[in-house]
């Protein structure tokens, strides 16, 4: 019988090994589509109900919705980006092949830093034809940049749509799969298993609703400062912030940009604005409203969020930001629920000393 039952274990662990194997590619599509599944759930089971309980039809019509919100316009906003990057290069190649090697008149008159910068560039363009091939041989890594940019955000672009194909299914047969992890947490758990699976899907919610809730705040705020400023494309540039805000100097790129345009435009006085009002508003939205969205939906300090969603995003990558707090909120419930026992048999032991 002993060998019978060491067989079944083999089989069974080579068969859990083989699965997370040929899964590995997608590991991060399947938990980020399940992510989605279960913020976004309250609205398909909505749809559901609106359109008479038909599974399929629910699913396509909430994997579309999805589709129009996300990835129609991350590709008009990735299309944007590349086309102004390639052509910033452009035109720096062209200005300094025209150029003969002096300083731009504009540099000296930046404030504080302006004279001490065109005397330094005036020392180091004392060869004018070394410094012309030393400045054209840094703008093809510039090019290769934006080129390796480009290659990033298509690939970006495919995880989404795989993510899309994987979302329709979790809806479809979402009801099915809640069930099945019910009951496989009540059987390695019982009553902590599920308390377990009731804390996983808390946190997600919460750190999705942090994540999505700061991105448009700093859209709004941005959207502001850049009508104000006068900026053109304010509402494209917004909305280039919003899905820019999930990476740590995605907003700066946006807002400093525009700063860049302003005093290009010899609006010298509104490009420090833009300076002042992305690093005091825009940038600073993210320590304040993240933390307070995350820790007002689910009961996790402050603390234990920062560490998870920066720990999160080391370790798994962007994924890791709902994997982080979600993980540390798990090992916080379990040593509470330890704990907890521990005082409830200490407490036992007492009465039944006291009683003897």
């Not at 599920?194 to 705020?221: F, P, R």
């Not at 920066?310 to 540390?328: R, S, Y």
Request: charged residues 15%.
């Amino acid at each position: 019988m002993a060998p019978r039952r060491t067989a079944q274990v083999a089989i069974t662990a080579l068969l859990l090994l083989g699965c997370a194997f040929v899964l590995s590619p997608f590991f991060a599509a399947i938990l980020f589509a399940g992510t989605v599944c279960i913020t976004s759930w309250p609205l398909y089971r909505f749809l559901h109900r609106r359109l008479r309980g038909r599974d399929g039809l629910a699913a396509i019509t909430m994997t579309l919705l999805l589709t129009a919100l996300l990835l129609v316009p991350m590709i008009g906003l990735a299309a944007s980006l590349t086309d102004a990057v390639t052509e910033l290069v452009d035109q720096v190649r062209a200005l300094i092949e025209a150029s003969d090697g002096r300083p731009p008149a504009w540099l000296k008159e930046i404030p504080i830093v302006g004279a001490d910068l065109d005397a330094y560039i005036r020392k180091l363009t004392h060869s004018q034809l070394e410094m012309r091939k030393l400045g054209l041989q840094a703008v093809e890594p510039a090019r290769k940049f934006a080129l390796g940019l480009g290659a990033v955000v298509g690939q970006g672009l495919l995880q989404i749509t795989l993510v899309l194909f994987i979302v329709f299914f979790l809806y479809r047969d979402g009801a099915r799969i809640s069930v099945l992890l019910e009951t496989a947490a009540d059987r390695l758990g019982g009553e902590l298993g599920g308390s377990l699976l009731e804390l996983a899907s808390n946190t997600v919610k919460a750190v999705m609703i942090g994540i999505v809730g700061t991105a448009v705040a700093q859209a709004l705020v941005a959207l502001v400062g850049f009508l104000i400023a006068g900026v053109p494309g304010a509402l494209l540039m917004s909305a280039g912030i919003f899905f820019l805000s999930m990476v740590p100097i995605g907003p700066p790129l946006i807002w400093g940009g525009a700063a860049f345009w302003l005093y290009q435009q010899d609006q010298q006085g509104w490009a420090i604005f833009m300076v002042l009002w992305g690093l005091l508003a825009i940038s600073s939205v993210d320590n304040f409203v993240k933390p307070m969205l995350i820790s007002r939906t689910a009961s996790l300090p402050i603390l234990l969020i920062a560490l998870g969603a920066f720990g999160g995003v080391l370790a798994f990558g962007f994924i890791g930001l709902f994997l982080g707090p979600t993980f540390l909120a798990l090992g916080q419930a379990l040593f509470l629920a330890w704990t907890a026992s521990k005082s409830v048999t200490v407490a036992d032991n007492s009465e039944e000393e006291a009683q003897a």
